[in-house]
């Protein structure tokens, strides 16, 4: 794929969408080029977070281990898609593993490449803004449908209605407390940690 192309794909990835011809083309330089064999992992869950791709060819698979160890499918990336952009964010771990389906080609920056384009183009702040928002959305709904479950599982086990309790969700974890329905003080009680998942 010729930089012509690459140019026209930043252009439609969201971390750069909006950006003048000018700006994109500087986006490019400071792009690594990254290939990955068939099979692959780019990143495992866990992994520090220092560096964001644009997959320019092939197809990734984005999974997460659950806290109970078992293995989801998240989402596919596909050529223009952006995966691992939490590298934008100081001190971040990545929460799924990135691992090609095929042979891939990927744009890549690194973190402190990330925060100087940042800095220099405040459109990419904004889009990254977005971006972040829309993940954290997206954790939010997926917490939702944890805590259904796990509610659905205690009401078997106790035998009456539980209503879950959430007292806080700091950046990279959420408590909360399960008690019987209609009763705060006596009953069941429960607090339980669920790691952050990572839709991008």
């Known amino acids: 794929m010729d930089s012509i192309d690459l140019t026209q794909l930043l252009a439609q990835s969201q971390p750069f969408r909006g950006l003048p011809a000018a700006e ?17 992992f780019i990143y495992y869950q866990g992994d520090p977070a220092s560096i964001l791709y644009i997959l320019t060819q092939g197809e990734a698979k984005l999974t997460q281990v659950t806290p109970e160890g078992h293995q989801m499918l998240v989402r596919f990336a596909r050529p223009g898609d ?12 990545y929460t799924l593993s990135a691992q090609a389906v095929d042979d891939c080609l990927a744009l890549a920056w690194d973190g402190r490449t990330v925060a100087q384009l940042m800095e220099r183009y405040p459109r990419i702040s904004l889009n990254v803004l977005q971006l972040v928002a829309e993940y954290y959305r997206r954790l939010l709904d997926r917490y939702q449908e944890l805590l259904e479950l796990f509610r659905d599982e205690l009401e078997k086990k106790i035998g009456e209605p539980v209503v879950i309790e959430v007292e806080a969700i700091p950046v990279d974890i959420l408590h909360f407390r399960a008690v019987p ?3 705060n003080n006596q009953g069941v009680s429960h607090n339980q940690g669920v790691a952050l998942s990572n839709m991008k």
């Open 24 to 40: 994109l083309r500087a986006v490019l330089q400071a792009a690594q080029r990254r290939h990955f064999e068939r099979d692959a």
């Open 82 to 93: 952006c995966f691992g952009c939490i590298a934008a964010l100081s001190d971040a771990v």
């Open 181 to 183: 329905n209609g009763d």
